[in-house]
T-cell receptor, first 113, second 112 residues
Framework: NAGVTQTPKFQVLKTGQSMTLQCAQDMNHEYMSWYRQDPGMGLRLIHY???????DQGEVPNGYNVSRSTTEDFPLRLLSAAPSQTSVYFC????????????FGQGTRLTVV | QQQVKQSPQSLIVQKGGISIINCAYE??????FPWYQQFPGKGPALLIA???DVSEKKEGRFTISFNKSAKQFSLHIMDSQPGDSATYFCAGGAGNNRKLIWGLGTSLAVNP
């Protein structure tokens, strides 16, 4: 069972470069989200989607774009990388509804130099 | 604003001891309170969760205690083991809103 798969696991970018973090889930979950995790800051929601074609902003959306063309995939795009975007990024999915369990990917460690 | 406050930030416990992590929430609409466990290099994984219609839920060595009037809930790890060393996150969620509001996490180290 693959669950939630994130690629790449590690990435180094130069300031100003753009890239896409990939996230795919094979559980037919409606709800997908992207978080960033920084030391002492917990998990901060970047963007989320409640279904194909529907996305919305979380608490820290600036500098990131998302799209949801299929149920399975939810890529996160960094438009112009900045050192402040150095972080560990997690994608999560859940079926939705009450008491829903969120399943997380293994994370992408991004360094912007 | 931080709607779920978690303490302590870090915790060191001896093997066999009890680990206690506390969370307090502000949003009275929250009706789902999960705890997630995260090992280094891994994503968080659901450990145990509670709804406010019960005051306690126990799964093995892990227990959630819930105090609705105080808007507080806590995770107790009995007979703590070195394998429990991880970061623990509490969270709150409301109704069918699948956006969880997270605490900042507690780094637990269990010494052998």
């Amino acid at each position: 069972n693959a669950g939630v798969t994130q690629t790449p696991k590690f990435q180094v970018l130069k300031t100003g470069q753009s890239m896409t973090l990939q996230c795919a889930q094979d559980m037919n979950h409606e709800y997908m989200s992207w978080y960033r995790q920084d030391p002492g800051m917990g998990l901060r929601l970047i963007h989320y989607s409640v279904g194909a074609g529907i996305t919305d902003q979380g608490e820290v959306p600036n500098g990131y774009n998302v799209s949801r063309s299929t149920t399975e995939d939810f890529p996160l795009r960094l438009l112009s990388a900045a050192p402040s975007q150095t972080s560990v990024y997690f994608c999560a999915s859940s079926q939705g509804g009450r008491e829903t369990e969120a399943f997380f990917g293994q994370g992408t460690r991004l360094t912007v130099v | 604003q931080q709607q779920v406050k978690q303490s302590p930030q870090s915790l060191i416990v001896q093997k066999g001891g009890i680990s206690i992590i506390n969370c307090a929430y502000e949003n009275t609409a929250f009706d789902y309170f999960p705890w997630y466990q995260q090992f280094p290099g891994k994503g968080p994984a659901l450990l145990i969760a509670i709804r406010p219609d019960v005051s306690e839920k126990k799964e093995g060595r892990f227990t959630i205690s819930f105090n609705k009037s105080a808007k507080q809930f806590s995770l107790h790890i009995m007979d703590s083991q070195p394998g429990d060393s991880a970061t623990y996150f509490c969270a709150g969620g409301a109704g069918n809103n699948r956006k969880l509001i997270w605490g900042l996490g507690t780094s637990l180290a269990v010494n052998p």
